[in-house]
């Protein structure tokens, strides 16, 4: 039987659920919401703002530090 694509990315490796930044672990559902369209985080609430982070400063990668 075939899988959804969705349910296969979520099996994805522990590296994808961490934040590129500073590498803390991040949830399935924050890199979802907060992350870019490929589910990765370049900031978290261990070294960003959640200001930061709720103004979509976690989807790029090149983040504004003064922001933390």
């Known amino acids: 039987m075939h899988q959804p ?3 296969i990315q979520g099996n994805a490796g ?3 659920r961490r934040c590129r930044s500073c590498g803390s ?3 399935p559902e924050f890199t979802r919401v907060f992350g870019n ?3 990765e985080v370049f900031g978290c609430l261990d070294c960003m703002s959640a200001t930061a982070v709720r103004n979509g400063n976690a989807r790029t990668q090149t983040t ?3 922001l933390k």
């Open 14 to 16: 522990h590296n994808e």
């Open 64 to 66: 504004d530090k003064s």
């Open 37 to 39: 369209n490929d589910d």
């Open 5 to 7: 694509q969705r349910a």
């Open 25 to 27: 672990f991040v949830t």
